[in-house]
């Protein structure tokens, strides 16, 4: 099994200096050129002592010699662990070295012994002991015992860590990939399996197809509750599609270009996984009951846990994580794994050794990882399967139940940094845990009417009473909630969470993943009743107070508020009141002006809510209550002005194009859409886009503003009505939704816009054509 090391020799991460680094490069030489060597062991052993004093080995290769001999087929493998143990002892503190520095840059660090072990065929030697009982044609052969696996797996993680190119050379080997998975039915190497699993997983060119690891369903069914955690860890890199973390930044352009060149997309391997994990029974129900699992608490815990903000960068690497955890695999084995609490262990030995506090940071970092891959799940094309499991397995309720004492404590006082919502978060296993709770919030709730399970029984009371009182029907999920699968008790995770908001200071890094998951709730059809739910609870004064008071600079945070005070007000005149009673004197409304014009890209979800409430309210001037909310809002007058919308207008087509479309910005070009989209119903879009050609000659630069508009305008409808977006229909679903415009009136708008004929509503019409720079296809792109 043994290849050669010739082909490719890792560069360590650092310099190797001194005379030692030219006997290296001679032995890199010899493999080259083919001089009999396949191992650097195979070198003779009075060479390898020679040229020991000069290279600094510390007796590396002669190990390896020892090693190779010992490990033969049928040998006694006792003498190979000795000889291991050895080699190991001289690599761990090398690596444990590597993740404890503090990070410092790779120029600043060497690590000799593991670019020595490898160097000289220690990897590939570890393989083929690893995998020889498998592949081993001799009726008997030498059994390895646990220990001997467990040290071959730290050995080689060790290498991967230190060594460049270790990693990509183990997960170019599909055979041991796949061999590696069959080692994690074994609980006493599970742990080490899975670490390195990750690491080779991570960096492997072509995601692994999850259907080609043998036994796979027997071997899921066959894990208990840690080795399932650790399970996890590999799924994360197995389900997630490449690059899902850049698709806000990635233009649409590209996108949909790469779209139309896949006329007959397959499901990708990210899509394949999922669906073979979702098809192995009982898998999603463990996840949840590991997710939900409860952990008892000790005196002192909260003390010590305010500790791991400073400890968070020893703590947060498989090294460290993994040789403290192996105590509590050993503790583990004498109580029941499966055990929904763990105060049976509290009186144990080993608990000096490992205090229940880090039982619970343990447990924490599990938890991160399982509660992703139901993320993950529930953001995939199986989402509809993945929410009903959910909701029968009764996630919701049990993380209710584990919100105070687990998910959201009291004692941290920390400054965290912020991350944005698409960005790979680096920190401690605490602030991790809860932003991954939120985004699994939010990926629960967007669109889904199982979002009412976030509420308990009295509160979906209170929103039947809200809307008998509004003489308003109920919207149809909420008739429909299964009541036994919602939350216990009281108070729901909506309310418990929308009291945590209110309580997190100004600087935290939570606020944006909090707006966030509580906007999921509000998104879809708009339910006057879910909106006064939230009113009631002071939810629009906290935001108000964030954005005028408090002077939020952070533009995730100030986008995060914008949508979901827009989500919050849209169509509601009692929003609308309240917002007046609060911004209740000039200097406030300027400064919300302020924040809402620093960038329109954040802001014009808010801007498109506050131009369809308007519309909205126009229509009922029967009522008198709405006359008094049109007539003293400042928000309101201020929008009615002709002028102000089409100030926004201007802006909104002038901050985008073609070329820049990406998830993010797309929003203005539908907001633009909306404010035309109504001057077309009251007869005046004519008016508009006579206004928009005034616009550009002010400017001295006639055709520019409408020439990019008119090429936004054929994009928007290859984006939206190719026949990819007609099957899907999420988008389109989304802005009528949101719009509370018929999507066929969208189309026609845009259809309208974009004629051809020289009509008073064409686009077209008023670019003079000394200055037109029309493309038929706006961008050059094939129509699909």
């Not at 991967?160 to 170019?172: D, M, Q, Y």
């Not at 009186?347 to 343990?362: D, E, G, I, N």
């Not at 050609?693 to 936004?712: I, T, V």
């Not at 984006?719 to 719009?739: A, F, G, P, R």
Request: glycine residues 4%; aromatic residues 8%.
């Amino acid at each position: 099994m043994a290849t050669s090391v010739g082909s490719e020799f890792p560069r360590t991460r650092g310099t190797r200096k001194g005379r030692g680094g030219n006997i290296l490069i001679r032995i890199k030489q010899s493999q080259i050129t083919g001089r009999g060597l396949s191992r650097g062991t195979e070198l003779p052993e009075a060479l390898l002592q020679e040229w020991e004093g000069l290279a600094r080995w510390h007796g590396i290769p002669v190990l390896l010699q020892k090693l190779q001999e010992s490990s033969h087929p049928n040998s006694d493998l006792t003498q190979t662990h000795g000889v291991l143990k050895e080699l190991s002892s001289l690599l761990s503190m090398e690596a444990m070295s590597f993740v404890t520095e503090d990070r410092k840059s790779a120029q600043e660090s060497t690590f000799p012994n593991t670019y020595t072990f490898h160097l000289f065929g220690g990897v590939d030697l570890l393989v083929e002991i690893l995998m020889r009982p498998t592949l081993s044609m001799q009726r008997k052969s030498s059994k390895m015992n646990d220990s001997l696996v467990k040290d071959c797996l730290s050995v080689l993680y060790n290498c991967c860590i230190c060594t460049e190119g270790v990693s990509k050379s183990l997960a170019s080997r599909k055979d041991f990939v796949l061999f590696l998975f069959t080692l994690m039915t074994n609980k006493k190497t599970c742990l080490q399996t899975a670490t390195l699993i990750e690491d080779i997983l991570g960096v492997r060119k072509e995601m692994i197809h999850l259907e080609g690891v043998p036994n796979l369903v027997a071997l899921v069914q066959s894990f208990d509750q840690q080795q399932l955690a650790n399970f996890c860890r590999i799924l994360s890199v197995t389900i997630s599609e490449p690059d899902v973390d850049n698709d806000d930044k990635r233009t649409l352009l590209a996108m949909n270009g790469q779209r139309s060149r896949e006329l007959c997309p397959s499901p990708s391997r990210a899509e394949a996984n999922q669906v073979t994990l979702l098809s192995i029974p009982g898998f999603v129900e463990r996840l949840c009951k590991l997710a939900t699992r409860k952990v008892s608490e000790v005196s002192g815990t909260s003390n010590f846990l305010q500790e791991l903000e400073d400890w968070y960068t020893w703590l947060d690497n498989a090294l460290v994580l993994n040789a403290l955890m192996q105590m509590a695999s050993e503790e583990a084995e004498h109580s029941s794994t499966e055990s929904s609490d763990e105060s049976t262990l509290a009186s144990s030995p080993l608990r000096q050794r490992l205090p229940q506090s880090m039982k619970m940071v343990h447990e924490i970092m599990y938890k991160v990882e399982v509660l992703y891959v139901l993320c993950v799940l529930l953001m995939g094309h199986q989402r509809n399967k993945v929410q009903k499991m959910l909701a029968e397995f009764r996630l919701i309720p049990g993380l209710n139940n584990l919100f105070d004492k687990l998910i959201w404590r009291k004692y941290t006082t920390s400054t965290h940094i912020l991350h944005s919502q698409n960005q790979n978060c680096d920190c401690s296993p605490e602030i991790s845990f809860k932003i991954q709770f939120l985004r699994l919030l939010q990926s629960f709730s967007d669109h889904h009417e199982n979002k009412y399970l976030l509420l308990t029984c009295q509160e979906l009371n209170e929103l039947s009473a809200i809307s008998l009182e509004a003489n308003i029907p109920e919207v149809e999920a909420l008739v429909n909630t299964d009541r036994s699968l919602v939350c216990d008790g009281k108070k729901g995770l909506l309310t418990r969470l929308l009291m945590v908001m209110k309580r997190e200071p100004l600087d935290s890094s939570f606020r944006f993943w909090q707006a966030r998951a509580v906007e999921s709730f509000l998104r879809g059809t708009t339910s006057y009743a879910d909106q006064i739910f939230l009113l009631n609870r002071g939810l629009l004064e906290h935001i108000l107070s964030c954005i005028i008071d408090s002077g939020c600079r952070s533009r995730d945070v100030l986008q995060s508020y914008f949508d979901l005070l827009g989500e919050l007000m849209k169509f509601n005149i009692s929003a609308f009141k309240r917002f007046n009673k609060y911004v209740n004197t000039e200097e406030k409304f300027q400064v919300f002006l302020t924040q809402i014009n620093s960038s329109l890209v954040d802001s014009n979800m808010l801007v498109r809510c506050i131009v369809l409430s308007l519309d909205r309210f126009q229509s009922q001037m029967d009522d008198i209550e709405v006359i008094e909310v049109l007539s003293e809002c400042s928000l309101l007058s201020y929008m009615s002005r002709v002028e102000n919308r089409l100030s926004f207008l201007f802006r909104l087509i002038n901050i985008i194009n073609v070329q820049t479309l990406t998830q993010e910005n797309v929003s203005c070009l539908n907001t633009s859409l909306v404010v035309l989209m109504l001057a077309r119903r009251k007869g005046k879009l004519p008016s508009f886009l006579s206004a928009l050609r005034e616009k550009e000659y002010a400017e001295k630069y006639p055709g520019s503003l409408l020439n990019n508009f008119h090429n936004l305008l054929h994009f928007w409808q290859r984006h939206y009505l190719t026949k990819h977006y007609l099957t899907k229909d999420k988008d389109c679903t989304s802005l009528e939704n949101s719009s509370c415009i018929p999507f066929s009136y969208w189309k026609e708008t845009v259809s309208v816009l974009l004629s051809t004929e020289n009509t008073a509503c064409s686009v077209a019409s008023y670019i003079e054509h000394a200055y037109r720079e029309l493309e038929p296809g706006g961008t050059g792109e094939q129509e699909l």
